[in-house]
T-cell receptor
């Protein structure tokens, strides 16, 4: 079967840096994506990693290690508006994403 | 502006009834998807379609049906065979699910009464 493991909750303060980890066990792997979802809202696409290494997009960065079946999302200079759920997702080759259960990030003042 | 529209936003269904959730996109995307989200949980794939007149079952297709007669439209029917249909349903579309990611609709919250 397919499994993606993420911490269920993370808490951090404004201005800090937080890392959300994702480990996966899947039958196929074509890349790791990250999505953000605010309460009651639709998920929005943040990043995609197909190759090992770090991809940076503004305050957010995403990392992938294919040999370790592991990736993370790094959020810098945290703002209150970053409070949301963050999901990692994998394309196992069927051209549709399999999502993790999500990490709820609470940013405190 | 291009986007993906789901309707209705809230839907109440009596037990034993079929209901159809609408999903329309004007992004000219070939691929469309339906996911189900339960409180505090991730998204689980119900059905997906890469092209008109073709679709595939996802991980939890039992009790659901879809059609893809037009590129713009991918309606989902929740049948009476779905034993626990109360959930948040999300439709998405993409050109490339990897590099560009999915564009999601705002969702339909279905409640069985």
């Amino acid at each position: 079967g397919q499994s993606l493991e993420q911490p269920s909750e993370v808490t951090a303060v404004e201005g800090a840096i937080v890392q959300i980890n994702c480990t996966y066990q899947t039958s196929g792997f074509y890349g790791l994506s990250w999505y953000q979802q605010h309460d009651g809202g639709a998920p929005t696409f943040l990043s995609y990693n197909a190759l090992d290494g770090l991809e940076e997009t503004g305050r957010f960065s995403s990392f992938l290690s294919r040999s370790d079946s592991y990736g993370y999302l790094l959020l810098q200079e945290l703002q209150m508006k970053d409070s949301a759920s963050y999901f990692c997702a994998v394309d196992t080759g069927r051209r549709a994403l399999t999502f993790g259960s999500g990490t709820r990030l609470q940013v405190q003042p | 502006d291009g986007g993906i529209t789901q309707s209705p936003k809230y839907l109440f269904r009596k037990e034993g009834q079929n209901v159809t959730l609408s999903c329309e996109q004007n992004l000219n995307h070939d691929a469309m998807y339906w996911y189900r989200q339960d409180p505090g949980q991730g998204l689980r794939l119900i059905y997906y379609s890469q092209i008109v007149n073709d679709f595939q079952k996802g991980d939890i297709a039992e009790g659901y049906s879809v059609s893809r007669e037009k590129k713009e439209s991918f309606p989902l029917t929740v049948t009476s065979a779905q034993k626990n249909p109360t959930a948040f349903y999300l439709c998405a579309s993409s050109i490339d699910e990897t590099l560009d990611g999915y564009t999601f609709g705002s969702g339909t919250r279905l409640t069985v009464v």
